[in-house]
């Protein structure tokens, strides 16, 4: 690893902490961008009195769920997922994921689609109307819903409602929900994924929910009971693309579990023992019936995040190792990977174009991958504490743009546990690329070059080390936002707002400059951005001095 940055490391070993447990000054209602102003809508969070910390903490994720045109009556699986275009994809994966990276856009055991019992190890769990009378009594199953984890509950929220409160809680006795995901193709009813922090997974079926005001969770399927397959946490949840009710669940041990949710688990579930730790594997269930029916092994120490790119062809991990890691889903093949400069990568998320990938993590950097030249980029400097959550706006133009130009311009956005929303720019042609240093007797593309790393494209299936700081071009952000009083956990962009939550479950709406415009042209720059398949890459002769840290 051949850190030569200027930058001690006390400097890059920021603690999770450290920077926001002072009050400050009082937070502004908006803040000003390129475009125009974002303004604070409103406000979404939870009863504090039914907060329950018995069990330790778990940091608050946010999915927002689309419940599409009533479906037929529910049944149970197995589930026909339709192919949808590639509007209605990029606009499932960014309201179906969780980021969060979560995330967004995110098991296994005798995965038996049994009704809950009062002797499972996770316990009693039911649901419980917080609000009732503001589910209107001829629901008609449609609207968008926020979905929020707080301690041992998750809470459910009307997106279109300005009320504060949710509508609705579902409550884990034995163990906290850490990570969800909801999928709006899902046609036979369960589409969120619940996952926790025993293990446990469960699917449910959001409609059934809302329908239903009672207090007993309805119709839930059970992954990995009692944590008969895998007892350590899950950190990551999420269906795969048009992947029929594939899903793939993440845990604290390095795994990663493919299931089916139309299997009722009777098969051997049991895989080999794990020869190297340090080494991806994978292994398949011995029976047809099993459920998981593969087990990834990435790394030693958690993952952290996984996300796929829209459509459903690669599959990125994160993790406690530092390392972004790519994988061919169908193939199982790891395609490409890199390590951060410093500490964990926490989360990841992809361009609605496939193209890139971008982490942030421990070392306070966003990062750029490019999946063309297989490398870092791009740095984005301006957090102050490690990144949390980072992902593409697919809904945003640029105001300048001119649709003749080969250029594309992404706009992207990254939050931090120093309270910070930050959004980028970035526009490959005008990334300047740092000036090499040559050896002693050498040319700055001579084989012992320290920018040689950057010129040259890693084989398939190698991972990258940690680069040098000069060697990657930095950016800067176009806006800097102090958005909440506690750690930021995630972001979600949708046509009309930016929604931001803290790790404390407070979730808020922040509406775009001219939100009408922007909500009657997202689908056309959506499918502009898929469709432009003009290749972007760095423009050589632009070199100079970057006015970051050498």
């Given at each position: 690893?051949?850190?030569?940055?200027?930058?001690?490391?006390?400097?890059?070993?920021?603690?999770?902490?450290?920077?926001?447990?002072?009050?400050?000054?009082?937070?502004?209602?908006?803040?000003?961008?390129?475009?125009?102003?974002?303004?604070?809508?409103?406000?979404?969070?939870?009863?504090?009195?039914?907060?329950?910390?018995?069990?330790?903490?778990?940091?608050?994720?946010?999915?927002?769920?689309?419940?599409?045109?009533?479906?037929?009556?529910?049944?149970?699986?197995?589930?026909?997922?339709?192919?949808?275009?590639?509007?209605r994809l990029a606009a499932a994966r960014l309201l179906g994921g969780g980021n969060g990276s979560r995330a967004l856009s995110f098991v296994g055991g005798n995965g038996s689609s049994k009704a809950l019992?009062?002797?499972?190890?996770?316990?009693?769990?039911?649901?419980?109307?917080?609000?009732?009378?503001?589910?209107?009594?001829?629901?008609?199953?449609?609207?968008?819903?926020?979905?929020?984890?707080?301690?041992?509950?998750?809470?459910?929220?009307?997106?279109?409602?300005?009320?504060?409160?949710?509508?609705?809680?579902?409550?884990?006795?034995?163990?906290?929900?850490?990570?969800?995901?909801?999928?709006?193709?899902?046609?036979?009813?369960?589409?969120?994924?619940?996952?926790?922090?025993?293990?446990?997974?469960?699917?449910?079926?959001?409609?059934?929910?809302?329908?239903?005001?009672?207090?007993?969770?309805?119709?839930?399927?059970?992954?990995?009971?009692?944590?008969?397959?895998?007892?350590?946490?899950?950190?990551?949840?999420?269906?795969?693309?048009?992947?029929?009710?594939?899903?793939?669940?993440?845990?604290?041990?390095?795994?990663?579990?493919?299931?089916?949710?139309?299997?009722?688990?009777?098969?051997?579930?049991?895989?080999?023992?794990?020869?190297?730790?340090?080494?991806?594997?994978?292994?398949?269930?011995?029976?047809?019936?099993?459920?998981?029916?593969?087990?990834?092994?990435?790394?030693?120490?958690?993952?952290?995040?996984?996300?796929?790119?829209?459509?459903?062809?690669?599959?990125?991990?994160?993790?406690?190792?530092?390392?972004?890691?790519?994988?061919?889903?169908?193939?199982?093949?790891?395609?490409?990977?890199?390590?951060?400069?410093?500490?964990?990568?926490?989360?990841?998320?992809?361009?609605?174009?496939?193209?890139?990938?971008?982490?942030?993590?421990?070392?306070?950097?966003?990062?750029?991958?490019?999946?063309?030249?297989?490398?870092?980029?791009?740095?984005?400097?301006?957090?102050?504490?490690?990144?949390?959550?980072?992902?593409?706006?697919?809904?945003?133009?640029?105001?300048?743009?001119?649709?003749?130009?080969?250029?594309?311009?992404?706009?992207?956005?990254?939050?931090?546990?120093?309270?910070?929303?930050?959004?980028?720019?970035?526009?490959?042609?005008?990334?300047?690329?740092?000036?090499?240093?040559?050896?002693?007797?050498?040319?700055?593309?001579?084989?012992?070059?320290?920018?040689?790393?950057?010129?040259?494209?890693?084989?398939?299936?190698?991972?990258?080390?940690?680069?040098?700081?000069?060697?990657?071009?930095?950016?800067?952000?176009?806006?800097?936002?102090?958005?909440?009083?506690?750690?930021?956990?995630?972001?979600?962009?949708?046509?009309?707002?930016?929604?931001?939550?803290?790790?404390?479950?407070?979730?808020?709406?922040?509406?775009?400059?001219?939100?009408?415009?922007?909500?009657?042209?997202?689908?056309?720059?959506?499918?502009?951005?898929?469709?432009?398949?003009?290749?972007?890459?760095?423009?050589?002769?632009?070199?100079?001095?970057?006015?970051?840290?050498?």
């Amino acid at each position: 690893m051949n850190n030569n940055s200027s930058s001690s490391s006390n400097n890059r070993m920021s603690s999770s902490l450290g920077n926001v447990q002072s009050p400050g000054p009082a937070l502004k209602t908006y803040f000003k961008t390129p475009e125009g102003r974002y303004k604070l809508h409103y406000e979404k969070t939870h009863p504090a009195g039914l907060l329950h910390y018995a069990h330790g903490r778990a940091v608050s994720q946010v999915t927002l769920a689309h419940l599409k045109d009533k479906a037929a009556p529910i049944a149970p699986p197995p589930s026909n997922t339709s192919a949808s275009s590639g509007v209605r994809l990029a606009a499932a994966r960014l309201l179906g994921g969780g980021n969060g990276s979560r995330a967004l856009s995110f098991v296994g055991g005798n995965g038996s689609s049994k009704a809950l019992s009062g002797n499972s190890r996770i316990g009693s769990m039911g649901s419980s109307s917080l609000s009732s009378s503001s589910v209107p009594s001829n629901y008609d199953g449609k609207g968008s819903y926020l979905i929020f984890n707080v301690g041992d509950t998750v809470f459910i929220s009307d997106f279109n409602s300005q009320d504060k409160d949710p509508i609705k809680s579902i409550h884990f006795s034995n163990s906290n929900p850490v990570c969800h995901a909801f999928s709006s193709e899902s046609k036979d009813g369960h589409d969120l994924l619940i996952g926790l922090n025993s293990g446990d997974v469960y699917s449910v079926s959001l409609r059934q929910q809302l329908q239903d005001l009672g207090k007993k969770l309805v119709g839930a399927q059970h992954y990995n009971k009692d944590g008969l397959i895998n007892n350590s946490r899950c950190t990551s949840i999420a269906w795969v693309p048009e992947g029929d009710g594939t899903f793939v669940v993440a845990h604290a041990d390095g795994n990663i579990y493919v299931y089916e949710k139309n299997k009722d688990g009777t098969g051997d579930s049991s895989f080999p023992v794990i020869k190297d730790q340090t080494q991806f594997s994978v292994a398949h269930a011995r029976s047809s019936k099993s459920n998981p029916i593969a087990r990834w092994h990435i790394c030693q120490g958690p993952i952290n995040s996984i996300s796929f790119s829209i459509d459903g062809t690669y599959l990125a991990t994160v993790g406690r190792d530092g390392f972004l890691r790519v994988f061919d889903f169908s193939k199982e093949q790891l395609m490409c990977g890199g390590k951060s400069y410093y500490g964990a990568l926490l989360c990841c998320a992809w361009s609605p174009d496939g193209k890139y990938i971008l982490t942030g993590g421990e070392d306070d950097l966003v990062q750029v991958w490019s999946m063309e030249d297989r490398k870092i980029v791009a740095w984005g400097e301006g957090h102050n504490s490690w990144v949390s959550g980072v992902a593409f706006d697919p809904y945003w133009s640029s105001p300048t743009s001119d649709s003749s130009e080969e250029t594309i311009v992404y706009r992207f956005g990254s939050v931090g546990q120093d309270t910070q929303l930050l959004l980028w720019d970035l526009e490959m042609d005008e990334i300047v690329v740092p000036l090499r240093r040559c050896p002693p007797g050498g040319s700055p593309t001579s084989s012992g070059a320290q920018g040689n790393s950057w010129d040259n494209i890693s084989p398939v299936g190698t991972l990258q080390p940690a680069p040098s700081m000069r060697d990657v071009p930095k950016i800067s952000p176009v806006v800097a936002h102090r958005v909440h009083t506690e750690p930021l956990s995630g972001l979600v962009f949708t046509a009309e707002s930016v929604l931001t939550v803290c790790r404390e479950g407070h979730v808020k709406i922040w509406t775009r400059p001219s939100h009408g415009e922007s909500h009657a042209s997202s689908s056309e720059a959506v499918l502009n951005m898929n469709a432009k398949d003009s290749k972007i890459s760095l423009t050589a002769s632009k070199v100079g001095s970057s006015n970051n840290k050498q």
